[in-house]
């Protein structure tokens, strides 16, 4: 009984802390729905419907990173809350934390779950990578990204310091011996489950098939928030845009996407879109995508942590 509170907050927590985060930005969330009130309704629907695919395609990853096979419909569920969480902790911290938990649960092993997690954040980042060197090569609007790269000046210090953590994690690793072996022995797992993965066709499918789709799934939202708006780039430019403005910043530790969507909008605009028209389509991606499935997204979450599948 005295258990009971504890679970009855935890259960709280998630919907408590997205009418907080929607009190916070309440500017944001007004100058959004003001401008999708006069936006073209069919193509926000299919918007909506490029953004529920995304999560299956985050589903279709996580199954192909893992050997063990989980329910789907559960997992499924677990992204769809992943989402919620992941505006608390940067970096998409949250939706691995919420994933982690949720393979515990169905019990796969600690560290069989956590190279899970390591070959998921390898695979999206590589294939949203390939993606955009295939765009790149395929649009001649890249000549337009050559504004936005940053000076020489501001990349020496931020190879250095990139540099530098590799050279302290390094030595970390080579002196500490008990964070040594934990290391070693997480490695060693990840290498034989990325092994085995890779010996099953449907695993490779899912794993690779899904990482590709994902970011165009999400660049299709954005083309079809922009149609709704007027935005006034072809559908490759915009996809283009996302991919490239995701890929230069996407390590930047900000929750819910900040430093994407400033560098989305100058993106757009260096494309030729209008500064208004490329901030209102933004905010309505991250409207979309992000503040509408918050709230059922923490109340999936809450019923996971009642159900105790997390």
């Not at 500017?27 to 999560?55: H, I, K, M, N, S």
């Not at 990853?61 to 940067?90: C, E, Y």
């Not at 794993?207 to 083309?223: F, I, K, S």
Request: aromatic fraction near 6%; charge should be positive; hydrophobic fraction near 55%.
């Amino acid at each position: 009984m005295s258990a009971r509170p504890v679970r009855l907050a935890l259960c709280l927590a998630p919907v408590l802390l997205a009418g907080g985060l929607a009190v916070a930005n309440r500017p944001v969330v007004y100058e959004g729905v003001r401008r999708l009130v006069a936006a073209d309704v069919r193509w926000l629907l299919a918007g909506a419907g490029f953004t529920c695919l995304g999560w299956v395609a985050a589903s279709c990853v996580r199954q192909g990173a893992l050997p063990d096979r989980v329910p789907p419909g559960l997992l499924l569920a677990s992204q769809f809350a992943a989402g919620a969480a992941n505006h608390v902790l940067p970096g998409g911290l949250g939706a691995h934390a919420v994933t982690l938990r949720f393979l515990r649960g169905q019990g796969v092993p600690l560290d069989r779950a956590t190279a899970s997690i390591g070959l998921y954040s390898l695979a999206k980042s590589s294939a949203k990578t390939a993606v955009l060197l295939v765009f790149l090569a395929a649009s001649p609007a890249w000549r337009r990204l050559g504004d936005l790269i940053p000076d020489g000046r501001l990349l020496v210090p931020l190879a250095a310091v990139g540099g530098g953590a590799l050279a302290v994690a390094g030595v970390l690793l080579t002196v500490v011996r008990p964070l040594r072996r934990p290391v070693t022995g997480l490695l060693r797992s990840a290498l034989a489950d990325a092994r085995t993965v890779h010996t099953r066709p449907c695993r490779v499918l899912a794993l690779w098939g899904g990482a590709v789709a994902m970011p165009l799934l999400q660049a299709a939202t954005l083309a079809c928030v922009g149609a709704s708006l007027g935005l006034g780039l072809p559908w490759e430019q915009v996809v283009l845009a996302y991919l490239a403005a995701g890929t230069a910043v996407g390590a930047v530790p900000a929750p819910g996407g900040v430093a994407v969507d400033a560098a989305l909008v100058w993106t757009l605009v260096a494309f030729g879109s209008t500064p208004a028209v490329a901030t209102a389509a933004v905010i309505g991606y991250r409207v979309l995508t992000d503040w509408v499935p918050l709230l059922p997204g923490a109340l999936v979450l809450s019923a996971l942590i009642r159900a105790k599948v997390l």
